[in-house]
C-alpha cells in the first residue's frame, strides 16, 4: 500500500494530464503477456499481425518495459508537463533526458537488464534517439488507427471527473478513481504490489492520468525528479473494442433506432468519429442525429482541445434507464 499525504497546496496542483507515450508503454506490458489482458485480445491480436508484418524490431521497448519485480524506468514515460495529449512533445523530452537520469534510471536492483539496455546506458545520446523514432514506429503501426478512440475514451473520463469535482468536490474526484485506490482525511491510499510507505507531495500536487492499458491496476510515479503521479483505468475501458452498442428496442420505439443507439452508446462522453465507430453508423449521419438529439435536450456538447465530446443529459440517463429496466423485466420469466 502506498499513502499519498495531500495538503491545501497539493489539492490546489493536482491536474489531469493524457500521456501518448505512457500508452506506448504500457501498451508493450500487455502485447507481452496478451493472456493476463483478455479485456485488451481485440487490440491485442490485430497489433502483434501488424508488427509481425511491418518486421518492426521492438525488443528495447520490450526491454524497458520488464515484469515486476522490476520496474519500468520513469525517463522513458515521464508524467506530462502540459496537459496537451502530443506525442512529439513527449519524445522531445525523451531525446533531451539528462545522461545522467538515464544511467541513474538503468541502475539499482528493481531496473531492467539486457544487452540492449547495457548499449543505451553507456552511450545514452545516441541510445535516446534510437529509442525516440522505435517509439515512433511503435506508435503508427500498433497504435495510432485507434488513437483517436482511445482519445475520446480518455478526455471523456476527464470530463466525468472534472463534473464530479464541480459538483462534489475533492473528496469524490479522488474518491471515485479506482477499486485499489481510496481517500480519507487528506490521505490518498493507492493499492500495490510492489511498492509500499507513505509519501509527502510536498505541495507539488498530484498528476492524474487516465490510461487505456493500464487496467484494472493503477501505477505510480513518486520519484523526487518528477510530479508525483498516479496513471488510472478510465471509466467504460471494457467497452472500449466493442463495435456496437446494445439497443433498447422499447426506446427506439419511441425515437428511432439510429438516435437509441447514439444514446445507448453515449455511456461514455464521445466524439462523433467513435460514435460512428461504436454504432456503425456514418459520421455524417451521427452528426445529423446529434443535433436532432440536442435540439431535444438529451445530447449535450463539450469542447475538449480540438474536439467534440457528446455527453447525454440528465433527461437522457432517465430514458435509457427506464427502456433498460423494460428490458430487464421483460427477461425475468414469470413466477409460479
Do not use: C
Not at 130 to 140: I, P, Q
Request: aromatic fraction near 6%; charge should be positive.
Amino acid at each position: 500500500m502506498l499513502d499519498l499525504a495531500f495538503s491545501v497546496r497539493d489539492l490546489a496542483r493536482t491536474r489531469f494530464a493524457l500521456s501518448p507515450l505512457w500508452e506506448v508503454v504500457a501498451s508493450v506490458r500487455v502485447l507481452k503477456h496478451p493472456a493476463e489482458h483478455p479485456l485488451h485480445r481485440p487490440w491485442t491480436d490485430q497489433a502483434r499481425r501488424r508488427l509481425a508484418a511491418s518486421e518492426l524490431d521492438w525488443r528495447l521497448l520490450a526491454d524497458l518495459v520488464p515484469d515486476p519485480p522490476r520496474s519500468i524506468p520513469v525517463f522513458i514515460a515521464p508524467p506530462p508537463t502540459t496537459s496537451v495529449a502530443d506525442l512529439g512533445l513527449e519524445l522531445a523530452v525523451l531525446r533531451a533526458t539528462p545522461p545522467e537520469k538515464v544511467r541513474s534510471g538503468l541502475s539499482g536492483q528493481r531496473a531492467p537488464r539486457s544487452e540492449r539496455i547495457d548499449r543505451l546506458r553507456g552511450d545514452p545520446r545516441r541510445g535516446l534517439g534510437e529509442l525516440a523514432e522505435l517509439v515512433e514506429s511503435y506508435w503508427e503501426i500498433a497504435l495510432a488507427p485507434h488513437w483517436p478512440r482511445m482519445r475520446s475514451l480518455l478526455e471523456g473520463d476527464v470530463l466525468h471527473r472534472a463534473r464530479l469535482f464541480a459538483e462534489h468536490g475533492a473528496d469524490q474526484l479522488l474518491g471515485d478513481l479506482a477499486s485499489d485506490v481510496a481517500w480519507d482525511e487528506d490521505t490518498l491510499y493507492v493499492g500495490h504490489h510492489h511498492v509500499r510507505g507513505s509519501r509527502q507531495l510536498g505541495g507539488r500536487g498530484l498528476l492524474l492520468v487516465p490510461s487505456v492499458f493500464v487496467w484494472p491496476r493503477v501505477f505510480s510515479v513518486v520519484s523526487p525528479n518528477w510530479q508525483p503521479t498516479l496513471r488510472y483505468p478510465p471509466r467504460g475501458v471494457a467497452t472500449l473494442w466493442e463495435r456496437r452498442s446494445a439497443v433498447p428496442q422499447a426506446l427506439a420505439a419511441v425515437i428511432g433506432r439510429s438516435r437509441a443507439r447514439l444514446l445507448a452508446g453515449l455511456d461514455t462522453p464521445a466524439s462523433t468519429t467513435d460514435l460512428a465507430h461504436r454504432t456503425g453508423i456514418t459520421a455524417g449521419g451521427v452528426s445529423q442525429h446529434l443535433t436532432a438529439l440536442r435540439t431535444a435536450g438529451l445530447v449535450d456538447a463539450h469542447r475538449s482541445g480540438r474536439y467534440v465530446l457528446y455527453v447525454r443529459t440528465e433527461a437522457a440517463e432517465v430514458l435509457v434507464a427506464a427502456a433498460q429496466a423494460r428490458r430487464d423485466e421483460a427477461d425475468v420469466p414469470p413466477s409460479g
